[in-house]
């Protein structure tokens, strides 16, 4: 099993920039797509950012195009998710996930039909107007 542990949120204002990371430990980190999700407050969980096991394909939220990258490093085990000009909107707790062997970052941006093999427990991004 892959234990994922996010780092990097907090409080920001809006138009502001925002690093995050998760660190992923146990399993084979590079064989895995990752991605990125997210939580807001009274809302269902939604698919932010995917990116592929080599790192070469990624996919967005529509609401997140332009604004927010995703990238990985496969030698430190650890997936980003680069948030520029945040909006008040972006307010959530923010999830990383492994997804299953064989799948695709694709796959991984069909969420909640995707089938997800690890999360981890979440960092929280505010964002103030």
């Known amino acids: 099993q892959m234990q994922l542990v996010e780092s990097g949120g907090g409080l920001v204002q809006a138009g502001d920039s925002l690093r995050l990371s998760c660190a992923a430990s146990?399993?084979?980190?590079?064989?895995?797509?990752m991605g990125w999700f997210r939580q807001a407050p009274g809302q269902e969980r939604e698919f932010v950012a995917s990116?592929?096991?080599?790192?070469?394909?990624?996919f967005y939220a529509d609401s997140v195009k332009g604004r927010f990258t995703t990238s990985r490093d496969n030698a430190k085990r650890t997936v980003y998710l680069h948030m520029n000009n945040l909006k008040p909107e972006d307010t959530a707790v923010y999830y990383c996930?492994?997804?299953?062997?064989?799948?695709?970052?694709?796959?991984?941006?069909?969420?909640?039909?995707?089938?997800?093999?690890?999360w981890g427990q979440g960092t929280l991004v505010t964002v103030s107007s």
């Open positions: 996930a492994a997804g299953s062997l064989g799948s695709t970052a694709q796959a991984m941006s069909a969420y909640p039909r995707a089938t997800l093999n690890a």
């Open positions: 990116i592929s096991w080599p790192g070469g394909t990624t």
């Open positions: 146990g399993r084979t980190f590079s064989a895995y797509p």
